[in-house]
């Protein structure tokens, strides 16, 4: 089992405690678990931790499910980041906070929280919830940092909807332009709450995450939120093709341009509550604008693209990003389901050109000539309809 940590606080029994007769000890104290242990993951606990042990309400020690793994020299991950107070494999050299206990055992991370923050990567997020069924405490309540969506024989599911549907649980989201490495050195940057309803929950997440260097702002949109920070890893996908065929700035530039258009199409034909403002918050055009620039999926579709398309994307994640994982392949697969179901791969030719582009069916050059459709009157009408 995982250690424990002393908080600088008194400990008290449940976070509803209302017993006790210390102003602080009667405010309720909330319990973190962040489920998960990447690069993003650990950025998550290490923000979190810096302000449960500043704020009142949260509990000072911060959980950390690790995935375990073992490292090359036979230690366990979950070990070493205790032993360290660093995550020695997804993000060396950053203190974590000490009081960030990183723990193997899932049922037991989990056991105490009311406050679970899911950052994994999308495709292990089922696998996950059908272990945490029955095992989470009541009235929890959940948050994704996860980019990307599941697709179901009924159509798509938010990762947000996987969660409140396999637990029961109320789940917001955080996107935004957010490359962890960058948050990780506390550089400037800004993030976005989504919510469905309840407003003060979703201010209490952004209070948790809040800091100095990382704003966070509250918005009710929970699916135009969520549908940004996972249709752009497509985008992106799209925009290291261009740069691996040296293609120059102003045809990313366009790339984007267009992916923006097809990200907000796409969200408002599946949710039409979906609102405009939500594409000019951090988690819309700032988060398109950095993962083009700087991100996992641009690097890995740049190397594709370089490669003549002889490698494959699996291979290429493997070499290029230590046991990083990338969501925009895989996202682009799901989309060109929903696409192909529905009939409208012709009003969304970026999306469903880089989904054939990565399984090998299309050069990658077909991303400049397909995009270039985008600009034809019809598909500009055939958009229109739905923006
Ligand atoms: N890294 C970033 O800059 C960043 C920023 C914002 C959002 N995100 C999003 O956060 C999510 C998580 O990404 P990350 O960067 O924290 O992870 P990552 O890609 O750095 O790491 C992969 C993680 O998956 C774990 N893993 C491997 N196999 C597993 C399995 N079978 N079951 C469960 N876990 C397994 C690994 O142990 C590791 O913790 C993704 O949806 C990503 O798009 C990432
Ligand atoms: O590195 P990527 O491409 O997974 O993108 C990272 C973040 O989502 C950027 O906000």
Redesign the pocket.
């Known amino acids: 089992m995982a250690p424990s940590i002393e908080g600088k606080r008194p400990e008290v029994k449940s976070p509803m405690n209302t017993t006790c007769c210390n102003r602080e000890e009667i405010t309720p104290r909330y319990r973190v678990t962040v489920v ?7 950025v998550a606990a290490k923000l979190i931790a810096s302000n449960t042990v500043k704020l009142p309400i949260f509990h000072d020690e911060v959980r950390m499910w ?2 375990e ?1 073992i490292l090359p020299g036979g230690e366990k991950l979950s070990k070493a980041i205790n032993q360290t107070n660093e995550n020695v494999k ?1 993000l060396p050299g950053i203190k974590l906070g000490k009081n960030v206990i990183a723990d193997p055992d899932l049922e037991n991370a989990v056991k105490e929280a009311n406050m679970l923050v899911f ?4 495709q ?1 997020v089922a ?2 919830c059908k272990r945490l069924v029955g095992k989470i405490k009541p009235n929890t309540e959940a948050i994704s ?4 969506m599941e697709v179901k024989t009924e159509g798509p599911c938010m990762i947000s909807k996987l969660i409140t549907d396999m637990l029961g649980i109320n789940c917001c989201v955080l ?1 935004g332009a ?4 960058e948050i990780a050195v506390e550089k400037f940057s800004e993030a976005t709450i989504g919510y469905k309803q309840d407003k003060e929950v979703a201010q209490r997440w952004a209070r948790l995450f809040c800091t100095p260097y990382f704003l966070v702002s509250v918005v009710q949109d929970v699916e135009g939120v969520e549908l940004c ?1 996972t249709l752009k ?1 497509v985008v992106a996908i799209a925009a290291g093709l261009v740069d691996g065929m040296n293609m120059g700035n102003n045809t990313k530039a366009a790339i984007m341009r267009i992916g923006l258009r097809e990200m907000r199409a796409l969200s408002k034909l599946l949710f039409p509550s979906v609102r405009d403002s939500t594409f000019f918050e951090s988690c819309g055009v700032a988060d398109l604008i950095t993962t083009c620039l700087g ?2 999926n641009r690097k890995v579709a740049e190397a594709f693209a370089k490669s003549g398309g002889k490698r494959s994307f699996d291979e290429l994640e493997a070499e290029l ?1 230590g ?3 990338l ?1 925009g392949v895989s996202t682009a697969k799901e989309v060109y389901e929903i696409l192909s179901h529905r009939g409208w791969q012709a009003i969304f030719p970026l999306f469903t050109t880089v989904h054939e582009i990565c399984i090998g069916q299309l050069p990658s050059s077909a991303i400049v000539e397909y995009s270039e459709q985008a600009t034809n009157f019809s598909i500009v009408e055939g958009l229109a309809q739905y923006c």
């Not at 940092?145 to 990307?148: C, W």
């Not at 957010?178 to 490495?181: K, Q, Y």
């Open positions: 998960g242990s990447g690069n993003w993951g650990s690790v995935f793994e997804y950052v994994t990567p999308h292990f696998g996950i940092l996860i980019k990307g996107m957010n490359i962890a490495n920070g890893n991100g996992r990003l046991g990083q994982k969501q």
